[in-house]
């Protein structure tokens, strides 16, 4: 109930700061249950998604988000749960079993599950190799695998930043997968990395994202130690699995908002150009003013 509510309340503040457009959405799953696994490049990403589709959305987070203390503790709690947020205890030797558990028993209530394969957020708007995780889940569930790829929230909150832009975001379904033809082999690892992998080279058809084959995790330690991501050449697999690169037309807002677009991005280059309208061209008082740029 709550989860309909923040929807209801909040959905069109956010439709309104980030026009989200959509496209495959008829891939997704009028009911039973089904495993949305998205690239991962922004916060925002958890909250923009469930808007492109009627069906509710959970996403597995850590239970800090639940156990803070004093008004801001619960005001996350709160806001976290109601935009379909479970918490899970990521402590400890288990952690990852007590995701799975999670995720296994939201599927088993034929519930629609996002996950992020990566496991954390693109370091640097690239594509990452995916936790075997989310094989596992679709594997011993039996449910089938949506592909998603989020489109530009990565520049409307770029890492590091806690509050957004309003820019467009856009959200793209791909078909669904099934694994079917695995069942009983959810402990074989060579297994689980083969079915993770079609999986990120599904997601990287739809985004067109550059592929590097190591853990956005391992990717941001070395960024943290001052040691460059491509150290040891994990930038050379091309695409997941030793697949060949997809080409891909980049996904762009839909036609009929091509031409609001195209204005917003040369407001926005004059801006930054300085050839924009001079002082004594612009507007008097009380008129419309041309936006501000942004820059980060």
Known sequence: MFYWLMKMIVGPVLRLAFRPWSRGTHHVPQQGPAILASNHLAVIDSFVLPLTVPRKVQFLGKSDYFTGSGLKGRLTAGFMKGVGTVPVDRSGGRASEAALRTGLRLLGEDELLGI?????????????????????????????????????????????????????????????????????????????????????????????????????????????????????????AGAPGGRPIPDVVLPEPPAEDADEDEDERATEADAESGTGPADDDRPADGGPQPPPSSVD
Do not use: C, H, N, W
Request: proline share 7%.
């Open 116 to 236: 992020y394969p990566e496991g954390t957020r693109s370091p640097d708007g690239r594509l990452y190799r995916g936790k075997t995780g989310v094989a596992r889940l679709a594997l011993e569930s039996g449910a089938p695998v949506i592909p998603v790829a989020m489109i530009g929230s990565d520049v409307a909150q770029p890492l590091g930043k806690t509050m957004p832009r309003p820019k467009r975001i856009g959200v793209v379904y791909g078909e669904p997968l099934d694994f079917s033809r695995y069942k009983g082999m959810e402990e074989d690892r060579f297994i689980l990395r083969s079915v993770t992998d079609e999986i990120t080279y599904a997601i990287m058809s739809l985004s067109g994202q550059e592929y590097v084959d190591i853990y956005a995790a391992t990717a941001k330690a070395r960024l943290a130690q001052g040691v460059p991501i491509e150290a040891d050449g994990a930038t050379t």
